[in-house]
Nanobody, 124 residues
Framework: VQLQASGGGLVQAGGSLRLSCAVSGHTYTVVMGWFRQAPGKEREFVAA????????FYEDSVKGRFTISRDNAKNTMYLQMDRLKPEDTAVYYCAAGPGVINTTIRRSRAYAYWGQGTLVTVSS
């Protein structure tokens, strides 16, 4: 499985961005997720989606502002980010994991495959 993230950029606070994660190779992936890492901080969970059922999971600070989705025909996952805040500034990574279960869905170690990351900068 190979993942290619894109869509990052510079945006003012209150603005929006949409990240994409294209998936190639075996697409039996059960769960796909977005994580982010700000300078000097650990990588943290943002959101995840079960590919087949489209059940979604969110980190509390992004609930109501971010929306994760996937397009099965395009083998692509998205993260629509609205009402962005300066504290959302980070490198965003997409990840995929055939073995992820609900109790591990927020743990980066549960995901076997990772994209290269895309930088999101939110100015105040």
């Amino acid at each position: 499985v190979q993942l290619q993230a894109s869509g990052g950029g510079l945006v003012q606070a209150g603005g929006s961005l949409r990240l994409s994660c294209a998936v190639s190779g075996h697409t039996y992936t059960v769960v796909m997720g977005w994580f982010r890492q700000a300078p000097g901080k650990e990588r943290e969970f943002v959101a995840a989606i079960r590919w087949n059922s489209q059940i979604t999971f969110y980190e509390d600070s992004v609930k109501g502002r971010f929306t994760i989705s996937r397009d099965n025909a395009k083998n692509t996952m998205y993260l629509q980010m609205d009402r962005l805040k300066p504290e959302d500034t980070a490198v965003y990574y997409c990840a995929a994991g055939p073995g992820v279960i609900n109790t591990t869905i927020r743990r980066s170690r549960a995901y076997a495959y990772w994209g290269q990351g895309t930088l999101v900068t939110v100015s105040s």
